[in-house]
């Protein structure tokens, strides 16, 4: 993938020693899992709704920890 950048904000990363690919990488990682824990933010929002409350907080916060320690 390739990106066009202007030649002055290259020119500012370069005098940081910026790795601009790495950078690009680690931005995107993280941009896919805050997309991700929104998605499932909805997802477990949907599922309270539907049990009427059923499913202690406590339930709901182990299953989010164990989601996120399977990454």
Known sequence: MSVRIPKDVKERLEEMNVNVSELVRELLERYIEEVELRDLRERLR???????????PALIAKAVREDRGSR
């Open 46 to 56: 949907r599922v309270k709704e539907r049990l009427g409350g059923r499913v202690s």
